[in-house]
């Protein structure tokens, strides 16, 4: 995370209700995310998370403070002009999918914003291309598997020219090869692109072995924002947000291997340090 420059996204003070008859339910939100950032956003069911999320690209619009997208306030944006630099993929993939064909529906986004009929071909092939789905872009959507219909969802924001993702659970129902090729995909598209990628997740394998930022939420709030590790081994605060720790790190830690001078969040690194000691 680069500390010098502007922040690409930034959470000024944010706190959003859904009705002015209603609590807030995320509250006095401060988050810096620079460009390339690749940050996991985690906690328990009805934290805030999506809400928060749904501020990045100004699909909600704070109740309080203000969210600076690249120096400017979200607001300021032309509907348009944040869909071309922001894409959100929504919690289900069947939400956002309604066209007759794959290729169809990942062209839907790139027409809609307004680009010519040649850069709407050319960006829709090159996305459907990086999510590998160029074979099956004939079919109806509903004639993919769970994990073909999430990397649709991504693909179909990609196409858009984005350089900033925000997705909302994509590894929900997936078996191991499904994760594995979605968090394969993210994770390329942020080193070898410098993608800035914010992702929900509740799976805290998923964030140990992919993503190197954490940001915990617990009714609302920020509860830690730091490196995984960090954020992972912090069994107080994850308490409080009714998030367990990985596997290996609960073991590691009665095991009394956790001591302060390393992290054990992956499993290479618990055989590490089981080894050290013998
Ligand atoms: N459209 C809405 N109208 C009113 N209240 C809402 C709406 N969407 C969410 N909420 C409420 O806001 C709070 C935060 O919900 P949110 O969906 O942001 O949580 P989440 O962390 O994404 O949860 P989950 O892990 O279940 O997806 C919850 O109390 C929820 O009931
Ligand atoms: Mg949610």
């Given at each position: 995370m680069a500390t010098d420059a502007m922040p690409h996204i930034e959470f000024d003070q944010v706190s959003f209700r859904y009705d002015k008859s209603t609590p807030f339910v995320i509250q006095d939100i401060r988050l810096q995310i620079y460009t390339g950032d690749f940050v996991a956003l985690i906690g328990q069911n009805g934290s805030g998370k999506t809400t928060l999320a749904k501020h990045v690209n100004g699909i909600l619009k704070p109740s309080l403070g203000q969210v600076l997208v690249n120096g400017r306030a979200s607001q300021a944006y032309k509907r348009l002009e944040m869909a071309r630099l922001i894409g959100y993929c929504y919690q289900n993939p069947d939400h956002q999918i309604f066209s007759q064909t794959v290729e169809a529906e990942v062209e839907y986004g790139p027409k809609a914003i307004g680009y010519t009929p040649e850069k709407v071909k050319e960006q829709s092939a090159a996305a459907l291309e990086l999510v590998e789905l160029t074979h099956r872009r004939?079919?109806?959507?509903?004639?993919?598997?769970r994990g073909e219909r999430q990397r649709l969802a991504v693909a179909s924001i990609l196409a858009m020219g984005v350089s900033t993702l925000v997705v909302d659970e994509?590894?929900?129902?997936?078996?191991f090869v499904g994760v594995t090729r979605i968090m394969d995909l993210l994770a390329s598209w942020n080193s070898r692109f410098n993608t800035t990628i914010v992702i929900i997740t509740h799976d805290i394998s998923v964030v140990a072995d992919y993503i190197p930022r954490v940001v915990l939420m617990a009714q609302g709030r920020v509860l830690l924002d730091g490196p995984t590790a960090d954020v992972l081994q912090s069994f107080g605060e994850l308490k409080e947000a009714a998030i367990r720790p990985p596997q290996v790190t609960r073991i590691a830690h009665a095991l009394n291997?956790?001591?302060?001078t390393r992290s054990i969040v992956r499993v290479p690194e618990l055989v590490e340090a089981l080894l050290q000691r013998r």
């Open positions: 004939k079919v109806h959507p509903s004639m993919l598997g994509p590894t929900t129902g997936l078996d291997l956790l001591d302060g």
